[in-house]
Structures are given as structure tokens and as C-alpha cells.
């Protein structure tokens, strides 16, 4: 079958399973749009910028659990991408990412719309190709899939000349890709795993670290055998939030900068810490070298690069999580850890951690606390980067696996919208919020047109203090109290959403919360709550920078009424 | 933290671009490649590399562990501390007047390197051998006056009996004796 690059392109996104495209159109890319129409299949998102496409494709990606992707035209469409590719990558994310280039007789010439995109995501993405023929693009596509899936997911970016997509070329998909050097490993060591498992039945204070990776493995099933098999108590990162039930008994919340004290406290007198599927990051741990001086590591991760990376790992086991915990269950024997479960709780009722300190005006944090009750915890929320995404992570019980989808190592502010707006195309019956603060809202707003031209029946929660609150609270506890570039106007946000056809709420009111949340949520379509909220509230607790985490700043004023007491 | 010299073997797909993936992964820490020599290796579409560098151990692990995550890595080994084979190739052009060809014809033959080009006025020398060799002929040709020195960087190859070694070790691993 003799097709154009352009229809080898669709034809492979069709071979591969995909129904939703997130794009943006121009020069470099005119001859994949030209026979798009041919495809009905597949549904074409018309973003409003890159970023958000890319971010859109992220949300998709994750809550779909397969590959997201996006479009974008060559030089500037390309660049505009890179953030949300970045970020993607960063977090994990299984992504495809196709650019156009100028055509081949005009690369290297500085022509229109010209730009080394591939060398520009070579650093942030995967892997990246730079397709030189039509008759590359089959096998290229079919490999930057594989690759996208497979091991650590991750992005691939495909640049294609235009002129590549006009060219002729036998079509004749592959049906394997063969790397037998890539091919990643799912088992794990089986001396390893007996090794852990020895360190584990042994433990007399074990903790379980659960990432992003039981996430992405699914193993959200064998996580809580193993917790609750040998009664080991289970922290989340930031991303691995949702991948344990939020009110299980063994939950003891989220570790790190803005973990729980008594998380934070805890992991100082573990003395067997087991991390599944997280990479030991510096906003979790803190100071590596106080990194929780009394424990062994295990280490059950598919990406070996992220062994003894950040902290000394005492049993590495390189593997896909489920398969691992699988093979580790029969070899754990069953225990209470009493002792050990009784010391948390005395470490809970010591330092509270998720008391909101004013119940008289609106706080940040009623909104995320009323959000779960409204949505019985069950809605996907997707945040934007800062102090209300912190909230959202301790204020909201995520008792439903993989409803938090939220930027982790980038930290992209902005990304709560074009995120909500995936994760709605990827579960349309699901109710999906975005959590945004007014900074970042402020960012990728212009995607409420998207929303309505595309029908993505998303509902937005602003949470506006009229600043960039995190960065006001780093100035505030550790810059003097200098306030430099941060406080931030912002429009009607309720004029704005009616101005772009959607309906809008607002309040200043702790007794209001609840009711314009459920107002949202009953309007058929994208719907946008403005709450103003307290503006100089500051997120506790809080792990100063390069602090370690038993350094941790619990809330002065939950402090003085617990002196009270 | 002390900085030690790195020799690290790379099995690389033979494609466009392999070389920036790689150099990036130096780069984004500020560490500079010493020397760099690429060729075909024994499989087609395959090229080895050997890479000498300066770099602190533990940063030098997570180089490599990053560098086998490349895709178009097939394998890459840091053998500092193996038995190894380390030559590179040199050409020294330096100036030779008529009354000297002599003197530096002998010094060429006591370093079992050859004379490639000869010249009204200057030679082009050019030795083979680890990198200690090649910079004291440099230094002994130096008062003659060196116009110019290119350097391939050094190759590298685990010696044979170090290879069975190694391999007599993972089979005793896999067998579990």
C-alpha cells in the first residue's frame, strides 16, 4: 500500500490505539492536517498553545494509562512544546510528540519557522528522531511507541520535514520493534528479593515509600497486601499520592517539604525504609546526608540510573513494580509491628499536622477539604504548581486510585487546567476538577476556549490570594519578609469565564464552599469557582530548603494550641 | 572532591546524533571530555567509542548508568579499573633542518614510531602508544620546535585474560556455586 508520509502518520497513530490528538496546526504540518479528515478516528483537540497541548496530552496519558499525543507546527510550535514535553518527561509520563520540520533542502539554512527542535528536546525527552524519509516513518513510529510505553515511561518526539510528509512510501507497519539491548527487565533478582525480604520480616520500624511508578505498574493491589500483610505503615511522594487508599489505617500521608510532621519525624526512627517506584527525590527526603540515619533502603524501581543516585540503597531490586511485589509477597511474613504502629500514632497526636487553623473566614484549605466532601473524594483533580497544590495534596483523601494528577518534577505552574481538561477526555464520565491557583490559572486560561469550542466539560476552582503564594512564603520565612514581584493582580475571573461562555461562581465564604462547588458540578458543561481566600496563609508543614526532614516547621500556630491544651 | 581519570567504553547504534545524546550527559554537569575516538566497531551499524575523562566516581556512576539509559547506547563500561589496553595515535609535525634529520630519525626509532612526510624544512613524526609515550616524545621533540600536534585520544580494550576473568566470575554467579 502506497501512502503519503502524512497518511503513514495517521495510519500509525491508528495502529497504535490512539483516538486523541492535541494540536496545533501551521506550515510544517499542513500536509498531516490536510489528511486528517480521512481519519475520523481520530479526535483533533484544537489547543489554544503548545504548552497546553502537550499538558492536555500528560492528563490524558496519565489517567488513561497509555500514550498521549500532541502536535505542533516546526520553530516556534515546537518550542512552544518543550515545557510540556519537560514536564512529561520528568514525571514519567508515556507521550508522543510530533513536530514538523521545514523541508529537507531548507534544513540548516536558518529558513522560516526553522529551528533544531531535536536538538533543543534532546536533554528533556526520552528519545527523539529527526525522520529523514517516508519510508522511516513506519518503523520510527512503531519503535517511539514501544519506546514511550515500555521500561520507565517517558516522551519520544518525532520531527518530520514536510516534505517527508508529502513523499510517497510503501506503508507495511511493524509488528515488533527488536532492542534487545533496551528491552527493560520486569522480575526482579530473585537473591535480591530474598535479601529484601529477610531485611523486611526483620524490621522491627518498616515504612513503605510508594511512588509514581505503583501507578503507572498498577500495583496498587500488591502494595496493600504487602502493607497490610506485615502491617508496615505507607507514605506517598507527591505523585505516588492515590496509589494507596487515603484512609487506610497504615496511611500515614505525604513525606517531604510539605509532608506531615509526623511522616517527616517518623521516617528519623525507621529503621527499614522500602521505596517502590520513586526516585528518592530531594523534595521528599531533604537533606540526603540526614536522610533517615537509622534505616536499610530497599530500592524496587524499573530505572537502575535511580539506585544510589541521591542516597545509598542497601538492597537495589531493578524491576516493574507489580512484578517485584508479586515475587516478594510469598517470602513476607506476616506481623503487627504494634509497638512500632503505637509510636506513629503518639508521633500523630504530637505534632497534628491537618488542623485548619481558622474556621472563621475562608481558608485554601476548606476548599480542598470540601471538594472531597462534595465529590466523596471520588473526582480526578488535577493541580497547578505551588502552595494550593500542596493543600490539595494533604487536604483531600485520595481513597481512589490515580486521582491526583499534578506536576512533579517540573513543578510547571499552569498545568492544572490543560491537565483536568486530558484526564476529562480520557475518563469523559468522570468528574474531573482543576485546582489552580490564580498565578498559574493566569498562565494557560486561554484554554477555557478550548474547553467550550471542544466541549471538554472540565470545572475550574481558582484559589486566589492575589499572590504567587509560595513564592511570598519563601520571602516571608526566609528572604526577610521582603515582598519582591509578588503580589498579582488578576482579572473577573467570573466575568472572564462568562465571557468565554462559562458559567462562573464566586465566594469569600467558608459557608459557601460547598454550595458553589455543587452549583459547578450541576451545571452541564465547564463550569468556574473564584474563591478569594486568605492571602497570606503559608503551607505547613514545611521542610526549609536543604533542611533535613526532622527539621521540619510545623505550624506556629497549631503549635500554640497545642501549648494551650 | 578529588577528581580521577575515567577511560568508559561505549557500544553506540551508528546514527545521527548518538554523539550529542552522549556528550550531553558530560555536558549538563560541566565535566569536560579529555578525549573522544569513535570508529566502527566489529558489528555493522554499530560504532565503539572510548571516552577519557576527569570526573568524581560517584558522578561518573550516574554518568553511565544515564548513558546506558540512551537508548542508542548498547552497552557502556567504565573500565578505570580494569586491565586494560590504552594507545593512541599521534602525529607530530616538527621543525627539521637538513643537519638534523639525523638526530631525529634516531629518536623516531628508539620510540618505534615512523616519519610520514618529510619536508625542505620540518617532518611529520607519527607514534603510537599510551598516553605517557606519546607525551614524552613530545617533550624530547620539543626543543626542536613543534609546529603542530594532533592527538587521536586514547582507545581502549579490556585485556583478553581480564575478559575471561570476568567471564569465568559470571558464569560461577549463574551457576551459583
Redesign the interface.
Given at each position: 500500500m502506497r501512502l503519503s508520509g502524512a497518511q503513514i502518520i495517521m495510519e500509525s497513530l491508528v495502529r497504535e490505539g490512539v483516538d486523541t490528538i492535541f494540536g496545533y496546526p501551521g506550515g510544517a504540518v499542513l500536509p498531516m492536517y490536510h489528511v486528517m479528515p480521512e481519519y475520523p478516528q481520530l479526535r483533533h483537540i484544537l489547543v489554544r498553545h503548545e504548552q497546553c497541548g502537550a499538558h492536555m496530552a500528560d492528563g490524558y496519558a496519565r489517567v488513561k494509562g497509555d500514550v498521549g499525543v500532541c502536535i505542533g507546527t516546526s520553530g516556534p510550535g515546537a518550542t512552544n512544546l518543550v515545557t510540556g514535553l519537560c514536564n512529561a518527561q520528568m514525571d514519567s509520563v508515556p507521550m508522543i510528540a510530533i513536530t514538523g520540520q521545514v523541508a529537507r533542502p531548507f534544513i540548516g539554512r536558518d529558513a522560516f519557522q526553522e529551528c533544531d527542535i531535536t536538538g533543543v528536546t534532546l536533554p528533556v525527552v526520552k528519545h527523539n528522531y529527526l525522520v529523514r524519509s517516508a519510508a522511516e516513518l513506519a518503523p520510527t513510529f512503531a519503535e517511539a511507541f514501544y519506546l514511550a510505553r515500555s521500561g520507565r515511561p517517558g516522551v519520544v518526539h518525532i520531527d518530520i520535514p514536510k516534505d517527508v510528509q508529502l513523499e510517497l512510501a510503501e506503508f507495511d507497519y511493524p509488528t515488533n520493534v527488536s532492542l534487545p539491548w533496551y528491552e527493560p527487565k520486569l522480575e526482579g533478582n530473585p537473591e535480591a528479593i530474598k535479601r529484601a525480604a529477610k531485611l523486611i520480616n526483620e524490621a522491627k520500624r518498616p515504612v513503605i515509600i510508594a511512588g509514581h511508578g505503583v501507578i503507572l505498574s498498577g500495583a496498587y493491589a500488591e502494595l496493600r497486601e504487602l502493607a497490610e500483610k506485615a502491617q508496615i505503615p505507607v507514605v506517598n511522594t507527591l505523585l505516588g499520592i492515590s496509589s494507596f487508599p487515603g484512609t487506610h489505617p497504615l496511611f500515614l500521608g505525604m513525606m517531604g517539604m510539605h509532608g506531615m510532621a509526623w511522616v517527616n519525624y517518623g521516617m528519623g526512627e525507621a529503621d527499614v525504609i522500602i521505596g517502590i517506584g520513586q526516585r528518592w527525590d530531594d523534595r521528599a527526603l531533604g537533606r540526603f546526608v540526614d536522610f533517615a540515619p537509622q534505616a536499610k533502603l530497599i530500592h524496587i524501581d524499573i530505572d537502575p540510573s535511580e539506585t544510589d543516585k541521591n542516597v545509598k540503597i542497601t538492597v537495589p531490586i531493578t524491576g516493574d513494580a507489580k512484578t517485584v511485589l508479586r515475587q516478594l509477597l510469598p517470602h513476607i511474613q506476616p506481623a503487627h509491628h504494634a509497638e512500632w504502629l503505637a509510636r506513629i500514632d503518639e508521633l500523630k497526636r504530637e505534632h497534628p499536622s491537618l488542623e485548619i487553623p481558622n474556621n472563621d473566614r475562608l481558608m485554601p484549605q476548606h476548599v480542598s477539604r470540601a471538594l472531597y466532601e462534595v465529590t466523596n473524594g471520588e473526582a480526578y483533580i488535577a493541580t497547578g504548581v505551588g502552595q494550593h497544590q500542596m493543600w490539595q495534596a494533604q487536604y483531600f483523601w485520595y481513597d481512589h486510585p490515580n486521582r491526583l494528577i499534578t506536576s512533579g518534577g517540573l513543578g510547571t505552574m499552569g498545568f492544572a487546567l490543560p491537565a483536568a481538561m486530558g484526564a476529562k477526555i480520557a475518563k469523559p464520565d468522570a468528574m474531573v476538577w482543576a485546582v489552580e491557583g490564580d498565578g498559574g490559572f493566569q498562565m494557560t486560561l486561554q484554554e477555557l476556549a478550548t474547553c467550550v469550542q471542544e466541549n471538554i466539560p472540565v470545572k475550574i476552582a481558582i484559589v486566589d490570594n492575589g499572590y504567587l503564594g509560595m513564592v511570598r512564603q519563601w520571602q516571608e520565612l526566609f528572604h526577610d519578609n521582603r515582598y519582591s514581584q509578588v503580589a498579582m493582580l488578576g482579572p473577573d475571573y467570573v466575568k472572564l469565564a462568562e465571557a468565554y461562555g462559562i458559567p462562573g461562581f464566586r465566594t469569600d465564604r467558608v459557608d459557601e464552599v460547598e454550595d458553589v462547588l455543587r452549583a459547578a458540578m450541576a451545571h452541564d458543561g465547564p463550569a468556574l469557582v473564584h474563591f478569594l481566600v486568605e492571602a497570606e496563609e503559608n503551607c505547613y508543614p514545611m521542610v526549609p530548603p536543604g533542611a533535613a526532614l526532622s527539621e521540619t516547621i510545623k505550624d506556629p500556630r497549631l503549635e500554640r494550641a497545642l501549648a494551650r491544651v | 572532591m578529588a577528581a580521577n581519570k575515567h577511560t568508559i567504553i561505549l557500544l553506540v547504534r551508528n546514527r545521527?546524533?548518538v554523539l550529542?545524546?552522549i556528550a550531553?550527559l558530560f555536558r549538563?554537569r560541566l565535566i569536560n571530555i579529555e578525549s573522544l575516538a569513535v570508529g566502527h566497531s566489529e558489528t555493522p551499524g554499530m560504532s565503539r567509542m572510548t571516552i577519557g575523562v576527569d570526573g568524581e566516581n560517584v558522578t561518573m556512576?550516574?554518568v553511565v548508568?544515564?548513558c546506558?539509559?540512551?537508548?542508542?547506547?548498547?552497552?557502556v563500561v567504565d573500565v578505570s579499573s580494569e586491565q586494560t589496553v590504552q594507545h593512541e595515535l599521534a602525529m607530530i609535525m616538527v621543525d627539521c633542518p637538513p643537519e638534523k634529520r639525523a638526530e631525529l630519525v634516531a629518536l623516531t626509532d628508539i620510540y618505534k614510531s615512523s616519519i610520514v612526510d618529510v619536508g625542505p624544512d620540518a617532518i611529520i613524526i607519527e607514534t603510537v602508544g599510551d598516553e605517557s609515550k606519546v607525551d614524552s616524545l613530545i617533550d624530547l621533540l620539543a626543543p626542536y620546535g613543534i609546529r603542530e600536534i594532533v592527538r587521536t585520544g586514547r582507545v581502549a580494550m579490556v585485556r583478553t585474560s581480564a575478559a575471561v576473568d570476568d567471564g569465568r566470575k559470571r558464569f560461577i554467579r549463574a551457576i551459583g556455586a
Open positions: - | 545521527p546524533g550529542t545524546r550531553s549538563r556512576d550516574q548508568k544515564q546506558q539509559k540512551l537508548v542508542d547506547v548498547v552497552k
